[in-house]
């Protein structure tokens, strides 16, 4: 006589049926540790997270002195003359870098999931990751000699386009699709390795039925993968509207590398940085990280809704 798998599981390793005090005890057990893992994850998001946010909420709304200031910390970093173009060089490096991984992610992800050759698959998907062990301060360091015509790997390419000279690559007016470039180089690989994983979720009884009906690799890509695809590219423009936004290694360190060619209050972050450690203003700092809090909340809610992050299928 078979059992059922509930019987089954209610088995010991020796075979004998498992006493209920002894299921609850397991239970419990598991139910003790994933308690324990979400306690660290939340006692640092509280420290970390939740704490200096409360923080930067009550700097930005107090004087240096503690008393209430209203919106007049919010008015006077509105009014400075390097917010708004702090403002500009930041939306405009976004939408160069959130368009580009988007496209160009998905595009390489389906790609490589379309490569059958299994040791070329794997091979290129190291490849677009091992970039991103390069990051932070040590990529922007690396992508100061590629951008120098007098000894980058790419030199003639630069030179072909007309710059001679270090300073003629990094003028402001190139910055952004430049910052794009470096952000796009360390960070594309991890999301092309997230997406390709989310391709092997998609069944395969789907894809072949598709081919038996005639359809044809680009069709089934766009009518089939993008759409299972849309939460996790809704989840990729998320987090990397919420890293972009915090743009602030690269335009500190060619400002110094540079001799202040690009000006060392380029981003909102870098203004943010002068308000509280050349100004002593506290308050100021505090008002444009809540400002930034705000629009990235506003621009995750418009990709939470039109990708339907939390739908259920």
Do not use: C
Not at 143 to 167: C, E, I, K, M, Q
Not at 262 to 284: H, I, K, R, T, W
Request: proline content about 4%; cysteine-free; overall charge positive.
């Amino acid at each position: 006589m078979s059992t059922t798998f509930t019987e089954e599981a209610a088995r010991s390793a020796d075979g004998r049926p498992r006493h209920p005090t002894h299921r609850r005890r397991a239970r419990s057990r598991r139910g003790g540790m994933s308690y324990l893992f979400v306690a660290g994850h939340a006692a640092l998001t509280l420290a970390f997270g939740v704490l200096p946010a409360l923080y930067a909420l009550y700097l930005a709304f107090t004087t240096g002195t503690g008393g209430f200031a209203g919106l007049d910390n919010f008015t006077k970093v509105i009014d400075d003359f390097r917010f708004l173009p702090a403002v500009g060089h930041v939306a405009l490096y976004l939408v160069i870098w959130l368009v580009a991984l988007v496209v160009l992610v998905t595009v390489l992800a389906l790609v490589v999931h379309a490569i059958r050759v299994r040791w070329l698959s794997r091979t290129l998907r190291l490849v677009f990751y091992l970039p991103g062990a390069v990051a932070g301060a040590s990529s922007v360091l690396l992508w100061l000699f590629v951008l120098d015509p007098t000894v980058s790997p790419v030199a003639p390419v630069l030179r072909l386009l007309g710059y001679d000279s270090f300073l003629q690559v990094i003028a402001p007016s190139h910055l952004p699709p430049i910052f794009a470039i470096i952000a796009f180089w360390t960070g594309a690989g991890g999301w092309i390795v997230i997406m390709y994983g989310a391709l092997n979720t998609i069944s395969a009884e789907m894809i072949e039925a598709a081919r038996i009906d005639g359809a044809n690799v680009v069709q089934i890509a766009w009518r089939i993968q993008l759409p299972l695809l849309r939460k996790w590219i809704s989840y990729m423009g998320i987090m990397s509207l919420a890293a972009g936004t915090q743009l602030f290694v690269e335009p500190q360190l060619l400002s110094q590398a540079s001799t202040a060619v690009v000006p060392n209050d380029y981003s909102l972050n870098q203004l943010a940085y002068l308000y509280a450690f050349q100004q002593n203003d506290f308050n100021g700092a505090a008002a444009i990280s809540l400002m930034l809090l705000l629009i990235t909340l506003v621009l995750s809610t418009v990709f939470v809704t039109r990708g339907g992050l939390f739908e259920t299928d």
